[in-house]
């Protein structure tokens, strides 16, 4: 069925009573390097979000395109709200598709800083019963195709994100810029101290922005992430259609 | 200049250091009726804003679709969130802009029940010196011309929106059922009962969702709303982007 | 029946039973240009309040004298708090009324900076069934009157208002400030700059802090104004008395 | 000088810049048994507020007339906020004061359940720097005359309140009611077990809502208790008025 | 039984099914002057708490360490969270144990800056029907014990207070220093002016920072005042024990 | 150095003078399977922490015992604040230990459920240049070790804590039910459906409440645990002890 912003009111009232699931994506507006768009993640979430639009059983919401990405600000375009408003902003918009009789839904994220506050808005939502949303990483499930595709431990601005841009929209990387991505990038996320995990800001550990090899880039590699993300969220999708609402919820005391 | 999110961090910081002033649309995803999408506001915010483009003194930022509409909730499709939660989230955007450079914005409303908070947020940007950002409601700089146009009082999914919308998506507009948007209006917003403004919610007092006569709509008056609001927002961009950044702060004690 | 604060708690039984509707005043403390006393708001909300004193279906609440006034903070002697404080301050009170059975009132309003607050505080109490209590802003019920007794637009400190105090309280009007009060006066509320609302503060576009023509003002006119508005809060207060409870409430969705 | 809601923003100018106090009366609307106005503590607090009137230095600002009553809420008429509502209602209005330089204060407190969220309020003005506004008790001033003049422990519509508002305001004394306050008094506030204060609300521990022994009430001990507090209050303003600024922030590190 | 912290959730299950109350111990990390421990407070309360440990009808919780305190911040080694943050600390506590069943609890509460918190705390788990959880503070249950014991007003770092923890942990005692305790210290807590209560910090009326007569410090004395706290503890939790729920809630309105 | 608490404010003095680092355990009161102790995550962050007391660079805090861990709600015995409350004061405390000099600091943390938590307060107090104070999770230092001594994936109340406490607190382990705890455990934290982490609560996938192989527990291996972690928080704190303050605080713009 198309997005629901699409809909007038008077369709939207069937196309809720056929939807089983919400697909609702996040995103950011952030530093992503010198060869990434600032888009990148929302973009990459509404690139799988529109796929189910393909579905009966799925709505779609519009994009939240600015999210938890404070750690970012110190390089230029890099936009952010706090944690505790992005989770508002998700939570009291499910909450207000629910009121329509849609109980169900997926937030489909792009972006990892955005992750605990989608996890406790998702807690919130279950606790009382509204809804049932939990938070999906595109990246988190296609962990065992990324190690074959890639060399490199990665995580922001690497070269599955490099690759998946460029398989979504060529015109929004850089390729000269790859060089001097990965020249300035950090192998992997964050900087640990003797296990003390610091590294509050990318700039306390990254040069260009970047983390891991975005030289490696491909638009080829790009497109086959996409298609297995997008299967995965497919399947999940399924999987959330058939479940009945009352498994959903939080259990009682044992 | 390209949208904001379509910039790297290194072609962002060019454009930043030219950038003037930021346009941020805002709009919601609320009933409009029969006829018209639920994304009538924000994607009129939309279109109006990527006018913007044009101009190398102006950036613009991605749009925020889910806006101030629990007044609109008993009607499917409508989403919201709360004014605070609004107020927070456009306010912390742009404070995360200024932390660029960029410290004057025209925040482009589709909504009008945005505007207390969009007003709320722009006043405290105004207070702590981070950003002069004032809210521009599309409908209030063509007033007179929309008399001309049109022969309604009108205020939501009216002939004037309608018409917009018509002109912006012809796709999103159903002429067929115009004549059951209006037959279930109400002449005018709200409802007042010896000087008292009641009509707290949409429901209250239209039958249809929409308050006005979209039947006048006609997608030539579309644009022509379209073109001459759109002339209002350069001339305010211009404005703008002349105005000292000291000029705006607000004044001190008398 | 005798204002709230002046029976014991065994008379506030029988009142409270007999109550249909409780009266709240709220107003400001703030600057009123240079003729009107800086307390105009809440003493002329006081002043319709007391009117209902007459009755046996109302029960009148304390004035609530400080409000949302940081606009005219440039101003000796405006004194203000938050929006969210004077909204949480007045729903509250009215929230403690609920309590002992009195779940209608009209907060009978007399400065248009509360009326968003007071507007979300009603708002708030009818979603949570807990009261029915819409703001009744004096002015707003003469307005055809207004237009036939004063040439001017005004908003502020304007005729209409000075009319109105020097009706009530003589003392408290100059009226050899008249004329430097308009002097320095706006024609209309704000400010407007290609369809933008600015005018933050007062000060913005107000030399003496008027806005209007108070040199119109005219004590006998007060009285027609007083009277005008009196009479439709009085039938405000007669339909609301009559009206089911269950039939305030928000209704279910559509 | 007069009150400052009787000033014109022109002459508030001048009396602000004389005054060298400001006084600000809060209590609240609530049972006081069988005998006594509900308005008792504001009433008690305006009252002695407006004595401060007589003063060249000292201005009085509008009484705040609900306060923190949760614990009388079970007894008719009985008006409340929170704490944090109150704290900041009262917080908010002297800070918006301090703008026009009048940074010392005096919150003439008439009842006790306000004493906390008075002395957070002053706390935190003092902390910032922003105005030094301690609460003053108007019992607290007189506790050895009370121990002369009344045979009891009392705490609330005791003989001592009865006796004042006697004083102030006959009419709204009830003598009748006197005895029936008495006889469902408890003697001392509140209700300890074994250490332990428990007695959350009035009704825990007192029939009537009294506490003390009303019967005793004395119109013209009443006029003492007045007089011998209005005098405390004012060697009170003059030593504050006295007080260098400097001398009234919080002291630095040890 | 053991403490709550040393029960797997095994014979937790077994544990909270035998207890009809829980003891949640409080206190503070603050100066008390040269003599005693900066942990005196939270010490004292943890040491009454464990007592509870003797019964199989109590269990206890883990001791809050660190209270309201912000009072003695000018001292050396004062740590100190804002009222609310404690009152959220110690409330939740309490609600989560609720939800195993045990919802009748007393705070054993170490320090007075605590106090208004914790009733605030009680008075919503009350409001709620979450728990029933009154503070217990140590010295207001032996006040006799303590005139008889010694000569002073005291309120902190005083004699009393010495004497317990010289009973409690001697080598957290120094004695050497009690009479610079008492050289600088106040007679009584506080600093009144007319009535009006002053003092907001310690160091305003305090040079050592101890209140009382801390040479009068004895073991011995401490024993007996912490013998007789005691049983006043376990008599309030028999009581308690004994108390039917139903009997603890708030009382419907008159 | 003795942990703070045992200090006198005279002694504090001179020892936060000396302290170049403060150490704060954290952990939590919640259900750890069948056969290990509540009190498991704060008693080891209690013990790490003390082997700091030898330092003279050091001074060591007392322990937050209550943390974040709502998950584990439905076991019997679990406490839990939520995540705000915990963040505010750990932050708070640490903010008020700054006032006397020391501004850096360890978290030592002992329940992974508080981390993200902690890392907010750390960022917030790194932002305002109050003070750096990172936290370090036991667990994370030791990940090579682990790997080496147990054959787990494990997570929660697995075989490396239940070891770790055995060595620690030998009586609060039940050995004889470390089988059950196996029995009933998950191989991993969580449960992942097509890529989405679910899993919100404990028991959605755990039948008691532990996660890995606790039968591998060893008291010898857990001794290992122990000093090596040991060793890499001292390290830790000589790093931390010698960096700069001002290389601590967060980066400017780029």
Redesign the interface.
């Given at each position: 069925m198309p997005?629901?912003?699409?809909?007038?009111?008077?369709t939207?009232?069937d196309?809720?009573e056929d939807a089983e699931v919400a697909v609702i994506p996040t995103g950011s507006?952030e530093?992503?390097?010198?060869?990434?768009?600032?888009?990148m993640d929302?973009?990459a979430a509404e690139a799988f979000a529109r796929t189910a639009s393909d579905r009966d059983d799925a709505v779609v919401?519009?994009?939240?395109?600015?999210g938890v990405?404070?750690h970012h600000?110190?390089?230029?375009?890099?936009?952010?709200?706090?944690?505790?408003?992005?989770e508002?902003?998700v939570g009291?918009?499910i909450s207000?598709?629910a009121?329509?009789g849609v109980r169900k839904a997926?937030v489909v994220n792009g972006h990892g800083g955005n992750s605990?506050a989608l996890?406790?808005a998702?807690?919130t939502l279950?606790e009382d019963r509204t809804a049932f949303a939990?938070?999906?990483?595109?990246w988190?499930?296609?962990e065992d195709l990324a190690d074959d595709l890639f060399d490199e431990e990665g995580g922001h601005a690497d070269a599955m994100e490099s690759s998946l841009l460029w398989h979504l929209r060529e015109?929004?990387v850089?390729p000269d810029?790859l060089e001097a991505a990965e020249a300035g990038a950090s192998e992997a996320w964050g900087e640990?101290?003797?296990?003390?995990?610091?590294g509050?800001?990318t700039?306390?550990f990254s040069e260009s922005?970047a983390v891991g090899r975005p030289t490696q880039a491909d638009p080829e590699k790009g497109a086959q992430v996409f298609d297995a993300?997008r299967d995965?969220?497919h399947?999940?999708l399924d999987?959330l259609a058939e479940r009945p609402l009352e498994d959903c919820w939080?259990?009682?005391?044992?």
């Open positions: 997005p629901l912003a699409e809909h007038t009111t008077t939207a009232a196309a809720l507006t530093q992503h390097g010198p060869a990434l768009a600032l888009g929302h973009m919401l519009p994009t939240v395109p600015v990405s404070e600000r110190q390089f230029d375009g890099t936009l952010y709200v706090t944690e505790e408003t992005f508002r902003y009291e918009t207000s598709l009121e329509h997926v605990s996890r406790r998702a807690r279950r939990p938070p999906w990483n595109w988190d499930s296609v015109d929004l850089d810029a640990t101290v003797h296990g003390a995990a610091l509050f800001d700039i306390d922005g993300a995965h969220l399947a999940l999987w939080a259990r009682e005391h044992k």
